[in-house]
Nanobody
Framework: QVQLVESGGGLVQAGGSLRLSCAAS????????MGWYRQAPGKQRELVAA???????NYGDSVKGRFTISRDNAKNAVYLQMNSLKPDDTAVYYC?????????WGQGTQVTVSS
């Protein structure tokens, strides 16, 4: 069974930075895609950033230039460096792992940005 454990959320002032981490454990095929989605109250879940095991990345339009996704394949871990945070970034951030067509999700970590 695959498990994802997130860490690094919290409360930060606008303009500040946070770094989220997510570690996957279990039977993980080496070719996969990992990333982050977020969901704010009353809004749909949206893609924040994703990265393949080969290092290709893509970002949601609202975070381009401010957030950076990276991963450590040896640790099956993915990271999200969030800079220049805005109140609109407030949401629960979910880590995900996709192996072929199967997706696994973490429990989510709250990020709150105060103005």
């Amino acid at each position: 069974q695959v498990q994802l454990v997130e860490s690094g959320g919290g409360l930060v002032q606008a303009g500040g930075s946070l770094r989220l981490s997510c570690a996957a454990s279990g039977s993980i095929f080496s070719i996969n895609r990992m990333g982050w989605y977020r969901q704010a109250p009353g809004k749909q879940r949206e893609l924040v950033a994703a990265i393949t095991s080969g290092g290709s990345t893509n970002y949601g339009d609202s975070v381009k230039g401010r957030f950076t996704i990276s991963r450590d394949n040896a640790k099956n871990a993915v990271y999200l460096q969030m800079n220049s945070l805005k109140p609109d970034d407030t949401a629960v951030y979910y880590c995900y792992l996709r192996i072929f067509s199967v997706e696994y999700w973490g429990q989510g970590t709250q990020v709150t940005v105060s103005s």
